[in-house]
């Protein structure tokens, strides 16, 4: 895989997600999980212990769900507006915050996964910044 896939470790399974297949590691093998709506690549994930969220991405802003268990993608609660390169951090079950990416590099917008497309941007990074890393400690 190249391109930026997405890995979770969810359940004692790693599951990862590139182009339109999400897979997980299992006896030393990979096995399909489900294939995406759409292609992603250089995209973020967050989950809510059921399904993956997949945002956006090179070519698209939509989020998709992807159950744990294969038996569906979704299209997700909202359009991201960050560039594909962002970061995500999941700052509790059902937020997440997103961070930059390719030509919104300066963008900080907190994102709700239930509900409909409710999204708040916040202050502008002094810095923008794409392809970086993030994290959150809970």
């Not at 890995?7 to 399909?32: L, P, T």
């Not at 250089?42 to 802003?61: D, P, R, Y």
Request: hydrophobic letters at 30%; glycine letters at 10%; charged letters at 20%.
């Amino acid at each position: 895989m190249r391109d930026d896939p997405t890995a979770e470790f969810i359940n004692g399974r790693i599951i990862v997600c590139w182009e339109r297949s999400c897979e997980f590691y299992q006896e030393g093998h990979w096995v399909h999980l489900h294939d995406t709506i759409v292609e992603r690549r250089k995209h973020s994930t967050a989950t809510n212990g059921e399904a993956i969220l997949l945002i956006g991405g090179f070519l698209t802003h939509s989020t998709e769900w992807i159950a744990l268990d294969g038996s569906y993608a979704l299209p997700g609660p909202f359009e991201v507006r960050h560039g594909y390169n962002h970061c995500t951090m999941q700052t509790s079950p059902d937020t997440i915050v997103v961070t930059g990416g390719s030509g919104t590099g300066d963008y900080v917008t907190r994102y709700h996964l239930t509900g409909d497309d409710n999204k708040t941007p916040m202050t502008p990074m002094h810095q923008g910044r794409k392809t970086h890393a993030c994290g959150v400690c809970l």
